[in-house]
């Protein structure tokens, strides 16, 4: 996490000027959830949620189905073959009663978190 702070902190170290959540919480708590909680090897494509995110909290309705593409994105390429024992694979092969999740759903828990 110390390199993921140092990387996101490279974008203002030389201005010296800083906006702390647009410039250093934002991307560092986004490539956190990608990099350390998801395991994954695109960042971007967190970052392009994130401002999704950004946008709905703004009132930007029209942001969702965006912001639903991209976690269908990410399921579809990041979701491993088998029980890694990682929070991808208990989306991957989690359960409700008994029964397997729904893409729907897995694109929510993805969403949530």
């Known amino acids: 996490m110390r390199g993921i702070a140092r990387a996101a902190m490279q974008s203002w170290l030389d ?62 390429k990041q979701m491993p073959a088998d029980d890694a024992g990682d929070i991808v694979s208990a989306v991957k092969n989690g359960t409700v009663q008994d029964r397997p999740l729904t893409e729907d759903e897995k694109v929510g828990v993805v969403q949530i978190l």
Do not use: K, W, Y
């Open 15 to 76: 201005s010296g000027r800083c906006e702390f959540v647009h410039d250093f919480a934002g991307p560092f708590v986004t490539d956190v959830l990608a990099r350390v909680v998801f395991d994954a090897d695109n960042p971007e494509l967190f970052r392009q949620a994130a401002i999704c995110n950004d946008r709905v909290s703004e009132g930007d309705v029209s942001a969702f189905p965006e912001f639903r593409a991209l976690m269908v994105e990410f399921l579809e």
